[in-house]
């Protein structure tokens, strides 16, 4: 049962309310056993039954739930740096997507990779994240957008979830855009959708939600419905693309079908935080795709006063988010959503379980959680995303395993 | 005599002109004897002579001029994470400035600190910055504002360019705020600054220019001429803080005294970009600062179009810029300020040495040159910006010597 000891601050994250309490407890100390967090809380309350224990040592850091990327896309091949300077220099986006480029051209070179090659990078990425302190990863498929590729995608998340590392949480994103070859026939393809690819993710267990980006360039309100309907019967859980662009009515939407998140609402309406908060939607904002594509911030200031928990993931991506640096994420939550540290870490780690339903097994470090930590080189959350540095993560320990740093023995 | 193979990409900057020149060259090679670049160009071109020389290895990546950051606060005492969280509820700068913040409490605390421990604090930043890539560092005083303490701060720089590792090149700024015991004596402080500390900073040799914050919470125009006159008269040559929080007029009179650079311009005028074009004065922006204070970008394309040369630098201090990282600066010049890739590289190698005035020395990799370079784990400048990462920095390589990241023998 080993003791994590000398923690300046212990952000438990206890709480399900409260965007800005995050449990902090000064002098600190920890204890595990197995996978399970056992007890947690100020260091002169440690139970003497405890103290005999193995002991770690946290150097006087900050101590934080795991961290969780509740909104990635992490099996992709290919890059698309010439769109970042085109992008640039003026070029728009309909403009590269008339060329070829957009998520079309990754979707032709991640169906052009095997389920080795996309495994192989998709491992090096959620290596990198680990040892940035994140510990549960949302990955997305919607790369494939055909039967095999859609399943090979989520088969290498299948895969690398028995390997030691972050946890993975699926999503099937089939309806991530119409792909080119059927362009011609949206319908062919919603119904190939809703009628082989749902059913055979349903079928083998490849995933817990299916995720639908609701945008003019995308997929109807209309269309969405109806494809959370076929997944919903098939225990598919509604996730969104919601609002990123335009104020499409992706939020309303998400609180209508029960959605598990809303994702990216940069336009959302007053409307749409409405709906969220009264449905208990998640709402998850994507800072460093907001910052990429040149956008204003979200409105979460206005989220979080009408009660909704604001989520905050990095959309890692090709295109749009081309990094997996979660702490960036939420340093930008911070200057550019005017969020504070507390309000960020909650939404990194609690409030981002609960956008992947996992909220009663990660995301806090209360007796019974999964013993997933970061040891993060600050004496307090205020410190740490301000002081940003490239990776203030000096241990990252998931099912109470230490898998990336350096050893914390007393 | 070393040379180094199997480049992808050279970014020679050899080109004074054009901000997006930056002299790439595919499949390139590097040779170097001891401190100074003999030869840079097309592997197929490298004359026979160099081919048996001793062996380095770039893997098939980019190689950059070192990257300068030609602005910085390195010494300094405490932090101010309060402030950051502070700032974001709402909390403005006069109201934080008014309960003993902003900077006047940084100037306790480093006032507090003796050399060696202010020397300790600058030599971890200045070595987590050359992992990086960081081969040269502005490095200002103006946490002193006192002779003394003045003294201490750049005495801190000459000792730390003793050590391996970046380059120094030291700025005076006695004139960033009026210090707190002379705020009813202004006409004293900026008495002591031009015929106390100006003239033993010149005397001891200690910095190679005087810099003056011109903004209405710190010095007139009217001031900074006669610093600037009384600088110039001692060697020290002008840099100016400048049109940061309102257009004062910082950039016109950066013009007028024969700046070499004026830094910040978030609010500078047309009338002040086409004055410094027409002196030839750099634009040094610091996008670190601009997302901290939550600030509109400065206009960036507008002042290239204008012929200025404008460099991308840090701020790196404790208050509006608590971060080293120049790579993400260099990101953010990109997404925010709309520069591309290219063109925020030579504002980070050849223009930020021209903003230091070491231009003929460092910034580009040509024959003379000091062979200061930087091994980027990409395979070419948009890549390497697009694709952010915590530390895309595979060496790092000052005067001929790797002084930071893994070892390139072939």
């Not at 399900?16 to 920890?30: R, S, T, V």
């Not at 090096?124 to 990863?137: D, K, N, P, Q």
Request: with cysteine; hydrophobic share 45%; net charge negative.
């Amino acid at each position: 049962m080993p003791l994590l000891e000398n923690i300046s601050c212990l952000a438990t994250c206890a709480s399900p309310d409260g965007q800005d309490d995050i449990g902090a407890i000064h002098d600190a100390a920890l204890v595990w056993k197995d996978d399970r967090i056992m007890w947690a809380g100020p260091a002169e309350d440690l139970p003497g039954s405890y103290v005999g224990e193995e002991r770690w040592e946290a150097g006087g850091r900050l101590v934080i739930p795991g961290l969780i990327d509740c909104h990635t896309h992490l099996a992709f091949g290919g890059w698309r740096a010439g769109e970042f300077a085109d992008r640039i220099r003026g070029r728009s986006y309909l403009e590269l997507a008339a060329a070829g480029g957009g998520i079309a051209s990754t979707v032709r070179a991640t169906r052009a990779l095997d389920e080795e090659a996309l495994l192989a990078r998709a491992r090096e990425f959620r290596s990198e994240m680990l040892a940035l302190g994140v510990t549960t990863i949302e990955a997305k498929s919607g790369y494939g957008l055909d039967l095999e590729t859609e399943l090979r995608t989520l088969e290498v998340y299948r895969r690398l979830s028995s390997e030691p590392g972050p946890r993975l949480s699926a999503t099937c994103l089939a309806a991530h855009v119409v792909p080119p070859e059927a362009a011609h026939d949206r319908a062919g393809h919603i119904g190939r959708i809703i009628e082989q690819i749902l059913p055979a993710v349903a079928d083998k267990n490849l995933a817990a939600f299916a995720d639908v980006f609701v945008e003019e360039s995308a997929f109807s309100v209309r269309e969405a419905r109806r494809i959370f309907e076929a997944g919903s019967a098939l225990g598919l859980r509604p996730k969104l693309h919601a609002d990123q662009l335009t104020d499409g009515g992706g939020a309303v939407l998400a609180a209508e079908v029960g959605a598990v998140s809303a994702d990216h609402l940069e336009c959302i309406s007053p409307e749409g935080i409405a709906a969220l908060a009264q449905a208990g939607v998640v709402g998850v904002t994507l800072p460093i795709a907001t910052l990429y594509l040149n956008q204003d911030p979200p409105p979460a200031r206005a989220m979080i006063d009408a009660g909704v928990a604001v989520a905050v993931a990095t959309d890692f991506n090709p295109g749009t988010a081309p990094t997996y640096h979660l702490p960036l994420a939420m340093m930008l939550a911070c200057t550019r959503q005017r969020m504070t540290p507390a309000e960020v870490l909650k939404g990194a780690t609690r409030f981002a379980a609960r956008a992947i339903d996992r909220e009663t097994e990660i995301g806090s470090l209360v007796p019974g959680a999964l013993a997933d930590f970061a040891v993060i080189d600050a004496p307090d959350v205020d410190h740490w995303l301000y002081h940003y540095r490239p990776n203030a993560c000096r241990a990252a320990i998931v099912g109470g395993e230490l898998l990336a740093g350096r050893p914390l023995r007393a």
